[in-house]
Structures are given as C-alpha cells and as structure tokens.
Nanobody
C-alpha cells in the first residue's frame, strides 16, 4: 500500500504565496497522474490542478487558479508540488493530494490553507 503525505499548508495574507508538497511513501508505485483537489467548508471537493507523468508533464488547471498556481512533479522522488501565488481568501480550503496509479486512486490526508488578513 502507498500513502500520500502532504506538507506546506498554513496561514497566509491575501496576495501571499505558499508551496504545497506531496510525497508518496514508496517509489514502487508509479502514478500516471498526480494533482491537487480542495474542499472549502460547506462545499464539494473540487479539482485544482493535475499533471501527467511524461517528461513535459501535461497539466490541467481549474479556471479559478489559472495564472496564479503552478503544478510540477519530480518523478524520481514521486513527489508533486503546488506553487500558489497571489492567494485570495476564496482559496481557503483543505487541499488534498491525489494520485492515480493507472486506475487505482489514492488521497492524502489533507492540509489546511487559510488566506486571511
């Protein structure tokens, strides 16, 4: 079994930046897709960004974060990152790491991101 372990959440002022990391507990699992979802209080979990496994790593972003967030991955470390810039109060949510190992879906435990002055 594999675990996804997130880090990097916290409290930040509007306009600030945070970088989330998510590392798989073993390098034996290959994830063809990795990414991030988020869930705000009273709302459904929603896609933030996904990245493929290939060298160029095809990406997909939610419209609400395009131009502000950047997803990247290090396949050698089985780790995915989310650089979040120009953060807004509406970005406040629990952020969940997502891994798709050729049809087998895995989730991290979640990390809280709070954007507030």
């Amino acid at each position: 079994q594999v675990q996804l372990v997130e880090s990097g959440g916290g409290l930040v002022q509007p306009g600030g930046s945070l970088r989330l990391s998510c590392a798989a507990s073993t390098s034996r699992f290959r994830f063809n897709v990795m990414g991030w979802y988020r869930q705000a209080p009273g709302k459904q979990r929603e896609l933030v960004a996904l990245i493929g496994e290939g060298g160029s790593g095809s990406t997909n972003y939610a419209d609400s974060v395009k131009g502000r967030f950047t997803i990247s991955r290090d396949n050698a470390k089985n780790t995915v990152y989310l650089q979040m810039n120009s953060l807004k109060p509406e970005d406040t949510a629990v952020y969940y790491c997502h891994g798709n190992a050729y049809g087998a879906i895995y989730w991290g435990q979640g990390t809280q991101v709070t954007v507030s002055s």
